[in-house]
């Protein structure tokens, strides 16, 4: 509790007095580190580490305190946190170095002070390997070489992909650089990966956002038909997955794709439009007239029981890729999509993320001029057909209700 509240003096006393500090929940079998990396509990988390707790422990759910601190954007925060407690003498430790190497997480680091004041300990094993089979040496190698191509401004590495290590071991100042000095950001390394594919296999949600905003295509696969999406929904958390799902999303609602539109609540004949939104207003578009430029109040996947009812008696039960948006007006539209439930979920949670960003001014088009509707409507399956699970299993569900303002145009 002292550690969800962030209370340290009381942490320190607790565990003066003789508490447990790797004790669990029950629930999910966090423990006071865990807890600390989800609620970003600095001053904490210093106590902790200083007094020991292990750092190589993970949930129910197969996360560790650092695992969770990635996936919840305050990576920079743990790192220096963990490294000023190191230079001031006292070494992390960790029970599990397959889960947490407090070794090959200061050789990621590139502190010499914090590997200075780890490697002088007698008993530390300099052969540990990280995930890759690299020891702290290796990773300090590569930190040197990429320290020396940022400074000589050369991009023949000669194997060595060094916006690709940024990227996956987040490195957020050296990507920016990096991309900044020309490195291409959809390059492929030796084993088939992208910069944000990297991102997204580590559940760095942060990364993602910064490569995404700065050119990273979400619905390029490799060779294995591997996505970037694919790759985020492998890790327990799933922040990195929702921000390559709003990408998505976001490039399939503005750029647009083909529809059929339902006529009369379900009672007519079903009509092929083209559906978008366009501008800063937020506004969903199938056609020219006033009453087909909207700003929504809701957008849901499937029809009503009314839009049900009525397809039934025209013997059309099949209500697959169905979604439905209710405007200022209060009318509800239903439209019908390929790719059935999944493709029907991201087309909602585009309209939801844009009508959101219209109205606060933080719409963010990122689609590009020259790619036409078809080529769009291909990459997005492409990358959904690769990434995309069941509802039970989708972020999708956790998107709020948008409730739009009504549009004084209609």
């Avoid at 197969?62 to 925060?77: L, M, T």
């Avoid at 559906?275 to 700003?295: A, I, Q, T």
Wanted: hydrophobic share 40%.
């Amino acid at each position: 509790m002292a550690a969800r509240l962030g209370f340290p003096s009381i942490l320190q006393h607790l565990i003066d007095s003789g508490c447990d500090i790797n004790s669990r929940i029950t629930s999910n079998e966090e423990t006071p580190l865990m807890i600390c990396a989800k609620l970003k509990q600095e001053e904490c988390l210093r106590v902790l580490i200083k007094a020991g707790a292990d750092l190589g422990l993970v949930n129910m759910f197969g996360q560790s305190a650092w695992s969770i601190a990635k996936s919840n954007k305050w990576s920079n925060s743990f790192q220096q946190t963990m490294l000023n407690v190191t230079k001031d003498g006292m070494i992390p430790v960790s029970n599990n170095k397959a889960v947490f190497s407090p070794l090959i997480f200061v050789a990621h680091s590139g502190d010499i002070h914090a590997l200075k004041a780890i490697v002088s300990r007698e008993n530390i094993n300099l052969n540990e390997q990280d995930s890759n089979g690299l020891s702290a040496v290796m990773v300090t190698a590569m930190q040197v070489m990429l320290q020396y191509t940022l400074e000589k401004g050369n991009k023949s590495s000669q194997g060595f992909y060094l916006l690709h290590y940024a990227s996956r071991y987040g490195d957020i100042q050296a990507v920016k650089l990096l991309i900044t000095r020309g490195y291409d950001i959809n390059a492929f390394n030796g084993d088939g990966y992208t910069p944000l594919m990297l991102a997204a296999r580590e559940g760095n949600a942060q990364m993602c956002e910064l490569l995404i905003s700065c050119g990273s295509l979400c619905d390029v696969s490799n060779s294995k038909g591997v996505t970037a999406l694919t790759l985020a929904r492998k890790h327990a958390m799933k922040h990195a997955e929702c921000v390559i799902l709003d990408e998505l999303a976001r490039m399939l609602i503005l750029g647009g794709g083909y529809v059929l539109k339902h006529t009369r609540g379900g009672k007519g004949r079903p009509h092929r439009k083209v559906l978008k939104m366009v501008g800063n207003d937020g506004v969903l578009r199938w056609g020219k007239s006033k009453r087909r430029n909207v700003v929504c109040l809701e957008a849901d996947v499937g029809p009503s029981p009314k839009f049900v009812k009525r397809r039934k008696a025209k013997g059309d039960p099949d209500t697959s890729g169905v979604f439905r948006v209710v405007t200022g007006m209060k009318k509800e539209v239903h439209f019908v999509c390929e790719g059935g439930f999944e493709i029907a979920e991201l087309w909602v949670r585009g309209i939801r993320l844009v009508t959101m960003e219209a109205q606060s001014g933080r719409l963010k088009s990122r689609v590009k001029a020259h790619w036409d509707i078809g080529l769009l409507d291909l990459g997005i399956n492409r990358a959904i057909s690769n990434g995309l699970t069941r509802r039970s299993q989708n972020p999708l569900v956790h998107i709020p209700i948008i409730e739009a303002k009504r549009s004084t145009s209609q």
